[in-house]
């Protein structure tokens, strides 16, 4: 009985030790390969640079865009000849001497002058005395639709295909240096563009001016003439007249 109780520990024991020897056994790990560091710098290099493709595409949307220019000030459409100024009564006359300029207090305008005109009943006869009423040194008009518009609202004509603007002008005594001018107000519809004869001297007889539009941008004229004079120019003052002012067509 003795003996068998010693074989029953020495097989206890040795179970023991077989169970210890499997739970020290070191089992077999997985190596999972770590990935390189990535430096800051080439993180946010990735980060900016953006795809090839992407890039592709935004261009060919930016190039679908359509392109929207500010909207193009025009004026209302006119036949020629188109005149300024025919005749006192005339139908066919356009734009208004309202603008005046300078020492305006110098100036007498008469529309309606009977004697000795160029063409038809009347012409325009305009006296400058030179006082310097309102200290400018000079004066002038100009001839506006509508009636003293000097920028401030729509009124202007489209004159495109107008290559001339012709007229008759002519002094009391000649001699008298003016200037007479087309377009250039400026406001928040300002003329499309502007010409000028620069200081003519005139002859006591009728004499045709023209200004020459030919590549000019007459699609809005607000201010379609303009007369011009300096007391130093003409220091004793000056009387002229002016007829027949029309915009053509043609050669």
């Known amino acids: 009985m003795k003996n068998e109780k010693i074989k029953l520990y020495i097989l206890i024991a040795a179970m023991g030790l077989l169970l210890y020897s499997c739970a020290t056994v070191p089992l077999e790990e997985e190596v999972v390969p770590k990935k390189p560091a990535v430096s800051k710098t080439e993180v946010e290099e990735t980060a900016v640079e953006p795809a090839k493709e992407s890039i592709q595409a935004t261009q060919s949307v930016e190039a679908a865009q359509p392109v929207v220019y500010a909207p193009t000030l025009v004026g209302f459409k006119v036949q020629f000849p188109f005149y ?8 066919e006359n356009h734009y208004i001497p309202s603008g005046w300029m300078g020492d305006y207090g110098d100036i007498k305008l008469n529309e309606n002058w009977k004697e000795n005109p160029k063409d038809g009943m009347s012409c325009i006869k305009i006296e400058y005395s030179a006082k310097r009423a309102q200290g400018q040194g000079w004066a002038g008009i100009y001839w506006q639709n509508p009636a ?21 002008a002519r002094g009391e005594k000649g001699g008298e240096i003016c200037e007479f001018k087309m377009g ?23 004499k045709k ?18 007369w ?8 004793d003052g000056a009387v002229i007249y002016i007829d027949e002012i029309v915009y053509e067509a043609g050669k």
């Open 184 to 206: 250039g107000i400026r406001g928040e519809y300002s003329d499309s563009d502007a010409a000028t004869t620069g200081p003519v001297a005139l002859t006591k007889g009728w």
């Open 228 to 235: 011009v004079i300096t007391a130093n120019d003409n220091p």
């Open 209 to 226: 001016y023209t200004i020459d539009l030919k590549g000019l941008d007459l699609s809005y004229i607000s201010g379609g003439f303009c």
């Open 148 to 168: 003293n518009n000097w920028g401030t609202v729509k009124g202007g004509f489209d004159l495109r295909g107008a290559t001339k603007l012709t007229f008759y």
């Open 84 to 91: 300024v100024y025919k005749d006192r009564i005339s139908r």
